[in-house]
């Protein structure tokens, strides 16, 4: 069984630019979750793919996207690079179901220069 | 709105020793679920342990056990036989039934330190 994987591991970007970062869920898996996790703090949830449909959605601005694909994979984008989004992106994948654990990659840790 | 409290931030323990990790939580759903999750030092989210509202036993995942009160709103990780691998930090988790209550939402976390 594959876990989830996660691309790239470390990323360091200036503010006003652009980033995509990617997600293979794990296999069987058909829900994908994104959080951000500043240093020291809990994670903090972005948004939720079922199916390739947002079906969940955090207090994120609008320039935090996503996409995932028939394969259940997904990109995190964002636009407008801040200071303030240099954290540790971290996606999940699961079964649909409020019993349903959900299963992290390592994450990527972007940084904002 | 549902939150998570977990009220400790750092935590003590012998090596050997149980220690039990706090985790409070509102909600108005009355179907949810409760995660604790283990992240070392390196970054990655470990899954340990779920326990269903509706649920009747306190799950247990061999040295992991959960002790939910759920008049209290409580739901505590109990680690027993600590060992120095268990240095991490703990996040308690939980996930409503209803629109956008079904994301996850975390806690703050407990730093535990085993000490041999």
């Known amino acids: 069984e594959t876990g989830v994987t996660q691309s790239p591991t470390h990323l360091i970007k200036t503010r006003g630019q652009q980033v995509t970062l990617r997600c293979s869920s794990q296999?069987?898996?058909?829900?994908v979750s994104w959080y951000q996790q500043a240093l020291g703090q809990g994670p903090q949830f972005i948004f939720q793919?079922?199916?390739?449909?947002?079906?969940g959605r955090g207090n994120f601005p609008p320039r935090f996207s996503g996409l995932q694909f028939p394969n259940y994979s997904s990109e995190l984008n964002v636009n407008a690079l801040e200071l303030d989004d240099s954290a540790l992106y971290l996606c999940?994948?699961?079964?649909?179901?409020?019993?349903?654990?959900?299963?992290f990659g390592d994450g990527t840790r972007l940084s904002i220069l | 709105a549902q939150k998570i409290t977990q009220t400790q931030p750092g935590m003590f323990v012998q090596e050997k020793e149980a220690v039990t990790l706090d985790c409070t939580y509102d909600?108005?759903?009355?179907?949810?679920?409760l995660f604790w999750y283990k992240q070392p030092s390196s970054g990655e989210m470990i899954f340990l342990i779920y326990?269903?509202?509706?649920d009747q036993q306190n799950a247990t995942e061999g040295r992991y056990s959960l002790n939910f009160q759920k008049a209290r709103k409580s739901a505590n990780l109990v680690i027993s036989a600590s060992q120095l691998g268990d240095s991490a930090m703990y996040f308690c988790?939980?996930?409503?039934?209803?629109?956008?209550?079904?994301?996850?939402?975390w806690g703050l976390g407990t730093s535990l330190a085993v000490n041999p």
């Open positions: 988790a939980m996930r409503g039934n209803a629109g956008n209550n079904r994301k996850l939402i």
């Open positions: 999940a994948s699961s079964l649909a179901g409020t019993n349903q654990p959900q299963h």
């Open positions: 296999s069987g898996h058909n829900t």
């Open positions: 793919y079922y199916r390739e449909e947002e079906n």
């Open positions: 909600t108005s759903d009355p179907s949810y679920g």
């Open positions: 326990q269903g509202s509706y």
